[in-house]
């Protein structure tokens, strides 16, 4: 970045919420001025061929012109639009990729698991930096989970796995049944898709873990919320809420009071991979 001011923006089209930063850059640092999410859940609408159905591309599409309009004075130079899990596996990408760049007015980049979990280790770089301890950063997003083990800016392992909350919720939770033998299933389900990385991950080994997506944030919300928690997520809290959660039953009747509406329908999925994390 040079030592001039000019706006920079990055652009982030995640499975499950698409994401825009505006910033500032003043005599090297920035200074994000404009921070805009919409929940998309562009994982939700792939079907059963996996393409994009016209309603999920819709609702993308008219997100992306109002992040257009935001982005137009800005230098294309300046800015770097993303595509991550769902764009990689849609059968259909390049032909809504072509009217996604049309929609933002820049060309997107569908970018690889591995590059999407270094980004995302930077950003947790930047924004907590820790150049002592090794650093296990996991961020489940709504088609993939993306684990990064690191220290300082630099990240030793990247891994990006294809289990997400909306892929999840929407393959085990569909008819919106909370229960403790589709938990079970999940859970066989993710401990057989972390085989593949879990022996290198653990002889590395790691300080302190990281989530950094709203899913984690969530379910963090919710512990403290509800009063399984005081600061984190802790194994009696995911205890607390899983228990909860079968109790209640139905994704519908679920009601913690800092549980947002667009979280709800991905939240039990998340939960459930949460605990086949730690």
Same mark, same amino acid.
């Given at each position: 970045?040079s030592?001039?001011?000019?706006t920079y %923006?990055?652009? !982030?089209?995640? =499975?499950?919420?698409?994401?825009?930063?505006?910033?500032?850059v003043?005599d090297?640092r920035?200074?994000i001025?404009?921070?805009?999410k919409e929940?998309?859940?562009?994982? #939700?609408?792939? !079907?059963?061929n &996996?393409?994009i159905t016209?309603?999920?591309g819709?609702?993308?599409l008219?997100?992306?012109?109002?992040? #257009?309009?935001?982005?137009?004075s800005?230098?294309a130079?300046?800015i770097r639009a993303?595509?991550?899990?769902?764009?990689?596996q849609?059968?259909n990408g390049?032909?809504?990729?072509?009217k996604a760049?049309?929609a933002?007015?820049?060309?997107?980049?569908?970018?690889?698991?591995?590059?999407?979990?270094?980004?995302i280790?930077?950003?947790?770089a930047?924004?907590i930096?820790?150049?002592?301890?090794?650093?296990?950063?996991?961020d489940?997003?709504?088609?993939s989970?993306?684990?990064i083990?690191g220290?300082g800016f630099?990240?030793a392992?990247t891994?990006?796995?294809?289990? #997400?909350?909306? =892929?999840?919720?929407k393959h085990?939770?569909?008819d919106?049944?909370i229960?403790?033998k589709?938990?079970r +299933?999940?859970?066989?389900?993710a401990?057989?898709?972390?085989?593949?990385?879990?022996?290198?991950y &653990?002889?590395y080994?790691? !300080?302190? %873990?990281?989530?950094? =997506?709203?899913?984690i944030?969530a379910?963090?919300?919710?512990?403290i919320?509800?009063?399984?928690s005081?600061? %984190?997520?802790?194994?009696d809290?995911l205890?607390e809420?899983? +228990?909860?959660?079968?109790?209640?039953g +139905?994704? !519908?009747?679920?009601?913690?009071k800092d549980l947002?509406?667009? &979280?709800?329908?991905v939240?039990?999925g998340?939960?459930?991979m949460?605990?086949?994390?730690?």
């Open positions: 970045m030592d001039t001011n000019e %923006a990055a652009v !982030d089209l995640g =499975s499950n919420s698409f994401h825009m930063v505006v910033a500032n003043v090297g920035a200074l001025v404009d921070r805009i929940m998309v859940r562009l994982a #939700g609408g792939l !079907d059963e &996996r393409r016209d309603n999920a819709d609702v993308a008219q997100c992306l012109e109002k992040f #257009g309009q935001r982005i137009q800005i230098p130079a300046n993303v595509g991550t899990n769902t764009l990689r849609a059968r390049v032909e809504f990729l072509s760049n049309a933002l007015g820049h060309n997107i980049e569908i970018i690889s698991g591995r590059e999407e979990a270094r980004l280790y930077i950003g947790v930047n924004t930096f820790n150049d002592t301890d090794n650093r296990l950063v996991v489940i997003g709504g088609g989970t993306e684990f083990i220290k630099d990240s392992l891994e990006s796995l294809f289990m #997400g909350c909306v =892929s999840i919720s085990f939770f569909s919106g049944e229960t403790a589709k938990m +299933k999940v859970r066989i389900a401990l057989q898709e972390l085989e593949s990385i879990q022996g290198i &653990r002889h080994g790691w !300080d302190k %873990a990281i989530g950094t =997506s709203g899913t944030r379910i963090r919300d919710v512990g919320g509800e009063g399984w005081d600061s %984190a997520i802790t194994p809290s205890s809420i899983k +228990k909860a959660l079968i109790s209640i +139905k994704i !519908d009747d679920i009601n913690f947002s509406a667009n &979280r709800l329908p939240f039990v998340g939960v459930v949460i605990i086949c994390h730690r």
